[in-house]
């Protein structure tokens, strides 16, 4: 199967614990998104990737998050000192870029964490 | 900003009924795409359909329509003829077309349960 690709699925961890995720996007798909889904909600835009590049972030992601994407093939999401309020479904999205028209996003099944 | 509204949190019909399943959108872009996508019980989110801005015609896929008006700023979406398997979540959403993040603003979600 060559789709994207999280891990893990599920992490369950204490309050104040670090916690890192994974996503590996479809190959040669230079453009990678995460999200997050609380429950009840539909996923919420957190930051973008083209390349080894984030090129924007939103405001959702505090200062005890951090993405990284070290040499614009996997992503790696750490969450620092977590919070109950973190809880929630991690997405990972990937496309490719082309000249025209809209690059179609390709979801991974995404990581759901739990902060006990 | 961009924002997508979908009013209708949970909706309940018989299998075999038709349901539609409504979005608003807002939007200052001239150039933009909406989407469907289906949530399953088990959380990974299923591309249904797209539409770009410049586009309204309406567009069936067997079971599946979708009705674009850009005069309301609705694009809804039908099922005909309910199965048990259309049950699951359903967001509604939003792109600005840029050529860069092309980041997406999901609605609330419908939550459609078919009952047998």
């Known amino acids: 199967d060559t789709g994207v690709s999280q891990d893990p699925r599920h992490k369950i961890t204490k309050r104040g614990q670090n916690v890192t995720f994974r996503c590996d996007p479809i190959?040669?798909?230079?453009?990678l998104y995460w999200y997050r889904q609380t429950l009840g909600q539909g996923p919420e835009f957190l930051t973008y990737?083209?390349?080894?590049?984030?090129?924007?972030k939103s405001r959702l992601l505090s200062d005890r998050f951090s993405a990284e994407r070290p040499k614009g093939s996997f992503s790696t999401l750490e969450i620092q000192r977590t919070e109950q309020g973190d809880s929630a479904m991690y997405l990972c999205?990937?496309?490719?870029?082309?000249?025209?028209?809209?690059?179609?996003?390709?979801f991974g099944p995404g990581t759901r964490l739990t902060v006990l | 900003a961009q924002k997508v509204t979908q009013a209708q949190t949970e909706i309940s019909v018989v299998e075999k009924e038709d349901v539609t399943l409504d979005c608003v959108y807002e939007?200052?872009?001239?150039?933009?795409?909406l989407f469907w996508y289906k949530q399953p019980p088990s959380g990974e989110l299923v591309f249904l359909i797209r539409?770009?801005?410049?586009?309204?015609q309406n567009e069936i896929s067997g079971r599946y329509s979708w009705n674009f008006q850009k005069s309301t700023s609705s694009f809804n979406f039908t099922i005909t003829a309910s199965q048990v398997v259309d049950s699951a979540v359903y967001f509604c959403?939003?792109?600005?077309?840029?050529?860069?993040?092309?980041?997406?603003?999901f609605g609330t979600g419908t939550r459609l349960t078919i009952i047998p």
């Open positions: 999205a990937s496309s490719p870029t082309r000249l025209a028209g809209y690059n179609e996003q390709f």
């Open positions: 939007t200052r872009d001239t150039t933009y795409y």
């Open positions: 959403a939003l792109s600005e077309a840029n050529f860069g993040n092309e980041k997406l603003t």
């Open positions: 539409r770009n801005s410049f586009d309204e």
């Open positions: 990737f083209q390349n080894e590049a984030q090129l924007e």
């Open positions: 190959s040669e798909h230079n453009r």
